[in-house]
């Protein structure tokens, strides 16, 4: 089972920015795609990012210009810069992992919650305004 540890929540006022990690255990990190979704309160889970294993990148529309994923396969960690932040965004973020999958996927794929098979405990990130 892979472990997956998400760092870097926390509080910021609006238009700030935060840096969210996780941090994976299995060897076959680079085999998957890896995704960040986030759940706000009284809201469903919903999808945010995604890159997979050929460095493309996936965004949900609300946050295209302002989020950045990015991958480290040697360090086995993705991170999610985030910009511009609104109270909008306040939510618990998790990290998520994927099952082995080829090497390019879809925005469907990478944005579906039965595509991954581990995920984060999730950390919180408010946006004050």
């Known amino acids: 089972q892979v472990q997956l540890v998400e760092s870097g929540g926390g509080l910021v006022q609006a238009g700030g920015s935060l840096t969210l990690s996780c941090a994976a255990s299995?060897?076959?990190?680079?085999?998957?795609?890896m995704g960040w979704f986030r759940q706000a309160p009284g809201k469903e889970r919903e999808f945010v990012a995604a890159?997979?294993?050929?460095?493309?990148?996936f965004y949900t529309d609300s946050v295209k210009g302002r989020f950045a994923i990015s991958r480290d396969n040697a360090k086995k960690t993705v991170s999610l810069q985030m910009n511009s932040l609104s109270p909008d965004d306040t939510a618990v973020y998790y990290c998520?992992?994927?099952?082995?999958?080829?090497?390019?996927?879809?925005?469907?794929?990478?944005?579906?919650?039965?595509?991954?098979?581990?995920w984060g405990q999730g950390t919180q990130v408010t946006v004050s305004s």
């Open positions: 890159i997979d294993r050929s460095g493309a990148t």
């Open positions: 998520a992992k994927t099952r082995r999958t080829a090497f390019y996927a879809t925005l469907q794929y990478v944005a579906a919650q039965q595509s991954y098979e581990s």
């Open positions: 299995h060897r076959t990190f680079s085999e998957a795609a």
